[in-house]
């Protein structure tokens, strides 16, 4: 994993060059705690994640982890709500800004649930029905960052609830700018 992300920000930096623009999207679902993903028989570190993500030249970064214990990543001193992002549509001019994105599956103390009702995680079910619609509130054919993480985080909570394990509840991190 990490010499993959070093390769594609690699290519980014080349893309750009170029005149690209790029952005970087990691996704991962699996094991993982407080401290790390855990890969076969090795860890990768959250916070080394996090750096390589954060470091990549990519106008912007999302980070979404789907484990156990993985909002540990978010917390943060001193943050507050960002406006919405729309991210806009291929094709479209404007610059998307620059910064990370960061959502997780669950808290730092809980872990992430599946649902064998749902053949996976309630997560990874829940932002990808927003991704494909679910989550546009106001109707206008684009999902924005915001709106697809409220999604997430209510559908997540309120099936989650049902569960013998209790509750899990998503977080999030922007550090947007543009």
């Keep these: 994993v990490r010499t993959a992300l070093i390769t594609i920000n690699e290519r980014i930096r080349v893309g750009q060059r170029a005149g ?31 750096a390589l993500v ?19 990543i978010t917390r943060v001193k001193g943050g507050k709500p960002a406006p ?20 997780t599956a669950s808290t730092a ?18 932002l990808l029905s927003g991704l494909r619609g679910a989550a546009d509130d ?3 054919q684009t999902v924005t960052v915001a709106e697809a993480f409220a999604y997430t985080r209510d ?9 013998l394990s209790g509750t899990q509840h998503p977080t999030f991190h922007y550090d947007l700018r543009g």
């Design 20 to 50: 690209h623009d790029a952005v970087l999207f990691v996704y991962y679902s699996g094991h993982g705690d407080a401290e790390a993903l855990h890969l076969g028989d090795t860890a990768l570190k959250l916070r080394e994640l996090e």
């Design 54 to 72: 954060r470091g990549s030249s990519a106008q912007v970064r999302i980070l979404v982890i789907d484990s156990c214990r993985s909002g540990s």
């Design 84 to 103: 919405p992002l729309a991210l806009p549509s291929p094709g479209v001019d404007e610059s998307p800004g620059e910064g990370l994105i960061v959502l």
């Design 109 to 126: 103390g809980e872990d992430a649930q599946e649902s064998d009702q749902l053949g996976g995680s309630f997560f990874t079910h829940y």
């Design 138 to 140: 106001n109707s206008d």
């Design 155 to 163: 559908q997540t909570v309120l099936a989650s609830s049902r569960t």
